[in-house]
Nanobody, 124 residues
Framework: QVQLVESGGGLVQAGGSLRLSCAAS????MAWFRQAPGKEREFVAA????????VYGDSVKGRFTISRDSAKNTVYLQMNTLRPEDTAVYYC?????????????????????WGRGTQVTVSS
């Protein structure tokens, strides 16, 4: 069974940066989603198994970067120029099945294993 270990959340001032990490027990298509209180889960970024494809949500384009270290089976989310509206619990997700497309990578239903989440709080 796939196991995920997320880390890197915390409290930061607006304009600051954080880097989230998600270590998996294998090489998979992976993504980050986030959920703020009272809101639906939102797609943040995704990266394909071999890092050939990356996709970003509109609200984070140009500020966040997803990358992976395949040797460590770890995906990173570098978050720059953070805003208070980025405050949320960030979840790492893995798709263990068939190859996916950039269209399906943004859907939470594409992913079959989820991490427990890490809190990111951006103060104004």
């Amino acid at each position: 069974q796939v196991q995920l270990v997320e880390s890197g959340g915390g409290l930061v001032q607006a304009g600051g940066s954080l880097r989230l990490s998600c270590a998996a027990s294998g090489l998979y298509h992976m993504a980050w989603f986030r959920q703020a209180p009272g809101k639906e889960r939102e797609f943040v970024a995704a990266i394909s198994r071999l890092a050939r494809t990356t996709v970003y949500g509109d609200s984070v384009k140009g500020r966040f970067t997803i990358s992976r270290d395949s040797a460590k089976n770890t995906v990173y989310l570098q978050m720059n120029t953070l805003r208070p509206e980025d405050t949320a619990v960030y979840y790492c997700a893995v798709q263990t099945g068939l190859p996916t497309t950039s269209q399906t990578m943004v859907r939470p239903t594409t992913y079959d294993v989820w991490g427990r989440g890490t809190q990111v709080t951006v103060s104004s």
